[in-house]
């Protein structure tokens, strides 16, 4: 045991550390040093790539985050090629290692990749874009603006202001209802008449408030029309305006609102109504469809 640590002994090892330490440990600085210049070119080549995409105008606006996202990866997988070069690892045989690596890799993240396999789904279908107002149908609805399309998820902004990390896999899955996609939304409402009210003149008063709203469309033209009549004399009438998808929410409060107040001011509150409803028309009713 003594003689493990003798004196010639001792300085061989040193000799042998100091020889390893002095070919080695260059190596890890430059493969270290190109590691960190190549991360930061990526992020860079990434900003760039998709500013340019995004300025060409010819581009959509959902394409240019992914050109970027591909640029950097692209870009970290050939510096860690290089950085494995620098280390005197044979890359030629390490492809066959990350090729089984890589299947194991894939089998264990497979909602990972079904997340990629969906997100070129969605550039390739183009469901939505960026800007557009959409609504997951799951369990727990996911709705907002869309803001951007990734590899992995999109980011969605949801109508309190909050953003929404939604995994692509999630939105390819279920049910999607784009509220941007068409250039009008219907905004329907029941007006329910006291009593002997005068139904005709109720309409006409209706149908005036819609058709002067600067937000209705004139086609489709507003209508007015009577949806049921009971035999105690108790009418209720149902509104309809087309508006564009920008316009929706401002117009189901102002214009429901005017009706009331036009109708209480009308021959002297004698068509004051009892009760006023916005009505959301289902999937099945052709009305929820703007006529060509």
Not at 14 to 36: E, G, H, N, Q, V
Not at 106 to 117: D, P, V, W
Not at 263 to 292: F, H, K, V, W
């Amino acid at each position: 045991m003594g003689a493990l640590f003798a004196p010639q002994n001792l300085d061989a090892g040193a000799a042998m550390i100091w020889t390893w330490s002095a070919a080695f440990l260059p190596r890890l600085a430059a493969a270290l040093a190109i590691l960190f210049a190549g991360a930061l070119i990526a992020r860079w080549a990434s900003r760039v790539t998709a500013g340019i995409a995004r300025r060409t105008g010819r581009l959509d606006p959902t394409i240019g985050p992914i050109v970027g996202s591909c640029v950097r990866y692209a870009i970290l997988i050939l510096v860690a090629i290089v950085a494995l070069s620098q280390l005197g690892v044979q890359t030629a045989s390490l492809f066959a290692v990350l090729g089984a690596a890589g299947l194991a890799v894939g089998l264990a993240l497979q909602g990972t990749l079904s997340n990629i396999a969906a997100g070129i789904m969605l550039l390739w279908l183009r469901p939505f874009q960026v800007g557009d107002t959409i609504e997951v149908i799951t369990g727990n609805p996911i709705s907002g603006t869309v803001k951007e399309i990734g590899l992995f998820a999109c980011w969605i902004e949801n109508y309190d202001g909050a953003l929404v990390f939604a995994p692509n896999s999630t939105i390819w899955n279920f049910a999607l209802r784009n509220h941007s996609r068409n250039g009008a939304r219907l905004v329907s409402f029941s007006v329910a008449l006291p009593q002997k009210a005068d139904v005709e003149r109720a309409k006409a008063i209706l149908l005036e408030t819609l058709s002067g709203d600067s937000r209705a469309l004139a086609s489709p033209a507003p209508d007015v029309f009577v949806d049921r009549l009971d035999d105690n004399g108790e009418a209720s009438l149902v509104c309809r305006l087309w508006t564009a998808p920008a316009n929706v929410g401002e117009a189901q409060r102002s214009v429901i609102a005017e009706a009331r107040r036009r109708l209480e001011q009308a021959d002297s509150g004698a068509l004051a109504p009892r009760r006023i409803a916005r009505l959301a028309p289902p999937d099945s009713d052709p009305s929820r469809l703007m006529a060509s």
